[in-house]
């Protein structure tokens, strides 16, 4: 009931445009620094060297949403091309996320469109893959339908797959010669569109996770449940499914021990590094996911 409370709290909070926008410039505050790898690109390229260096590869994630004008949509392209442009630069390992609302979609898709091909271009040409982060269901179907116009052209694109969604399976089954990153759902979202009950969307995740798996193509399980992941590597050792056919993801700061001990098995372990100064949304859903994880915010707010 109380995590019930909490989890609606901070996903109201979540969608303050008015803290979102005053957030930004304030810099990372309330604990955020420990999920928020910083607010410029070379402080998030140090993040990515620290953890290459202990054999965890990165996806990085300009941090952006809901953006309403074109201005803000074209700089925050811009902004993603010039990330991209440091990653090859540095010759870190990582992979680039993106969410298309970030990118202009609830101003006009055809233009989303346009910036993300203007992003995936550059990636290509660094050979570097391209994740489209999935958002809240009133955007799921422009999100796909955006991906298909994409793969027409590009390779090193993927999307993720949210286990809470009813439509969740019918998705993978639609995109199974596709990589895909598979995760529980981080929004709140209707009865009709969405199971409500934690052990449904458990269950309805494992299930698509072992669909993808046997499909034969690449699977991200983007978790930090052990007991999911206890599972996935039971079940990819029962069906002789090897480890270059699926990753283990997590966000930056969350279960730093867990992550290592992964990659120390012989897993891919991705890290989801978040940066930039529109913290605030990605915060909140953090927030929202783990009572728990308000004691960062709480730490935070004597330490920064
Ligand atoms: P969940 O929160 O259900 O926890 C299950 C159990 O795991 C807990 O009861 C606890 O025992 C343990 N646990 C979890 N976190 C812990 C912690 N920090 N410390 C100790 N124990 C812990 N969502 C989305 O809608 N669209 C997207 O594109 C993405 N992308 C994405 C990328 C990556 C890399 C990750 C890891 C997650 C996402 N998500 C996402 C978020 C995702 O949908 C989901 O909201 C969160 O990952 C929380 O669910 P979990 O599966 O991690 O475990």
């Known amino acids: ?34 999920v928020v790898a910083g607010v410029a690109i070379e402080e998030m390229i140090e993040s990515l060297k620290e953890l290459n260096q202990k054999g965890l590869v990165c996806t990085v994630d300009h941090l952006g949403e809901y953006v309403q004008s074109k201005e803000e949509a074209l700089e925050s392209t811009a902004m993603a091309i010039q990330t991209l442009e440091a990653i090859a630069a540095s010759g870190v390992s990582s992979h680039m996320s993106v969410k298309l609302t970030q990118l202009g979609l609830d101003i006009n898709a055809e233009f989303c469109l346009e910036n993300m091909k203007k992003i995936v271009r550059v990636a290509k040409k660094h050979d570097i893959f391209m994740r489209i982060d999935m958002e809240d269901y009133t955007r799921c179907q422009k999100t796909l339908d955006i991906l298909a116009e994409l793969r027409k052209d590009y390779e090193n694109i993927g999307t993720v797959i949210q286990a809470y969604l009813h439509r969740a399976e019918k998705d993978v089954d639609e995109l199974q010669d596709l990589s895909l990153r598979l995760v529980k759902g981080a929004y ?65 700061g969350m279960r730093t021990e867990m992550q290592q001990s992964i990659a120390d098995e012989g897993y891919t372990m991705r890290v989801y590094v978040p940066f930039g100064k529109d913290w605030y949304g990605y915060f909140m859903r953090r927030l929202a996911e783990r009572p728990q994880n308000v004691k960062f915010a709480l730490r935070g707010l004597f330490s920064n």
Do not use: C
Request: proline fraction near 1%; charge should be positive.
């Open 188 to 252: 709140k979202e209707r009865a009709t569109v969405a199971y409500q009950e934690k052990e449904k969307v458990d269950e309805n995740y494992f299930n698509i996770i072992k669909k993808h798996l046997l499909n034969g193509k690449y699977t991200a399980i983007a978790s930090h449940d052990h007991h999911i992941i206890k599972k996935v590597k039971a079940f990819a050792k029962e069906n002789n499914i090897p480890k270059s056919q699926f990753e283990f993801q997590m966000l930056y």
């Open 1 to 34: 009931m109380v995590e019930k409370v909490s989890r609606n709290f901070f996903l109201f909070l979540s969608h303050n445009r008015l803290i979102s926008s005053g957030a930004k410039k304030w810099g990372l505050k309330f604990g955020a620094s420990q």
